[in-house]
T-cell receptor, first 116, second 115 residues
Framework: EAGVVQSPRYKIIEKKQPVAFWCNPI?????LYWYRQNLGQGPELLIR????????DSQLPKDRFSAERLKGVDSTLKIQPAELGDSAVYLC??????????????FGAGTRLSVL | QKEVEQNSGPLSVPEGAIASLNCTYS??????FFWYRQYSGKSPELIMF????GDKEDGRFTAQLNKASQYVSLLIRDSQPSDSATYLC???????????????FGQGTILTVHP
């Protein structure tokens, strides 16, 4: 069974440019998460989806970040415009619905973003 | 105070020794606790979870939970060089509303096992 798939693996852009990341969760997992991981830190949640609904986006910088999850499967995270401080690894994770299970999250390989 | 705090590293142990990784959390209502291992440049992978007070063993790994002290630890017995990685403690919120099920991670502890 395929795990969480993310693309691209690496992205280098200049500041003020837009960038988008794509995630395909594990089949059957209807909860999807986007995290940002800065160097030397643990992942920090940006947004969580249950099916198509964003149930927790309180940590998403909405002035420049946006996300969507069409049809409750794949998801895209966008940054426009990117700033130097956005350089980080962006991780996608998926799990079964939290309620009724431990909600174990499985992570993709991540996208390493460098903003120059 | 950080919500989830791990012992500062890096931690260096000789091969064959016991590595002890510690984590404290601030939300007393938290119910589930996870340990992820992250190799350099790779994604976090789950190695243990625990939700009852006491010890839980899985091979060379033992997770320990003390909810009264808001403390969770991971012991790695017979440490191997392949255990060298960053270990992330994560705590799952049981609060209502949008925070339900949210995982909060500690900053991670770098473990090096030297031959």
């Amino acid at each position: 069974e395929a795990g969480v798939v993310q693309s691209p693996r690496y992205k280098i852009i200049e500041k003020k440019q837009p960038v988008a990341f794509w995630c395909n969760p594990i089949s059957g997992h209807n909860t999807l998460y986007w995290y940002r991981q800065n160097l030397g830190q643990g992942p920090e949640l940006l947004i969580r989806y249950e099916n198509e609904e964003a149930v927790d986006d309180s940590q998403l910088p909405k002035d420049r970040f946006s996300a969507e999850r069409l049809k409750g499967v794949d998801s895209t995270l966008k940054i426009q415009p990117a700033e130097l401080g956005d350089s980080a690894v962006y991780l996608c994770a998926s799990s079964l619905v939290p309620s009724g299970s431990l909600g174990i999250q499985y992570f993709g390989a991540g996208t390493r973003l460098s903003v120059l | 105070q950080k919500e989830v705090e791990q012992n500062s590293g890096p931690l260096s142990v000789p091969e064959g020794a016991i590595a002890s990784l510690n984590c404290t959390y601030s939300d007393r209502g938290s119910q589930s606790f996870f340990w992820y291992r992250q190799y350099s440049g790779k994604s976090p992978e789950l190695i243990m979870f625990i939700y009852s007070n006491g010890d839980k063993e899985d091979g060379r790994f033992t997770a320990q939970l003390n909810k009264a002290s808001q403390y969770v630890s991971l012991l790695i017995r017979d440490s191997q060089p392949s255990d060298s990685a960053t270990y992330l403690c994560a705590v799952r919120s049981n609060a209502g509303g949008t925070s339900y099920g949210k995982l909060t991670f500690g900053q991670g502890t770098i473990l090096t096992v030297h031959p």
